[in-house]
């Protein structure tokens, strides 16, 4: 069975920095593309980051790009979300996903998901 676990999350003042983790168990990841999506109170889940396992290429949201790092360590099947100078807009629940092949900003497209971390950026 395929578990997405996540963890990291955390209250945070703006302009500090918080790292996400997303274990991965219960097949092989190595065709998948893995990504972080968010989603705010109201609003709609949104794409944040992608990597592959293979090859490790990544993908970024124009809000996040310059700011968050996705990396993965394959050795422990763990992706990585690495959130710098953060804004109190960044505050929302953090998901884990992975689809198998390329990787898509759709949310509806992913077929493993993880149960969220919430991260909050205080003004």
């Known amino acids: 069975q395929v578990q997405l676990v996540e963890s990291g999350g955390g209250l945070v003042q703006a302009g500090g920095s918080l790292r996400l983790s997303c274990a991965a168990s219960?097949?092989?990841?190595?065709?998948?593309?893995m990504a972080w999506f968010r989603q705010a109170p109201g609003k709609e889940r949104e794409w944040v980051a992608a990597?592959?396992?293979?090859?490790?290429?990544?993908y970024y949201a124009d809000s996040v790009k310059g700011r968050f790092t996705i990396s993965r360590d394959n050795a422990k099947i763990t992706v990585y979300l690495q959130m710098n100078s953060l804004k109190p807009t960044d505050t929302a629940v953090y998901y884990c996903?992975?689809?198998?092949?390329?990787?898509?900003?759709?949310?509806?497209?992913?077929?493993?998901w993880g149960q969220g971390t919430q991260v909050t950026v205080s003004s």
């Open positions: 996903a992975a689809k198998k092949d390329y990787y898509s900003g759709a949310a509806s497209s992913y077929d493993y």
């Open positions: 219960g097949r092989t990841f190595s065709r998948y593309a």
């Open positions: 990597i592959y396992w293979s090859g490790g290429s990544t």
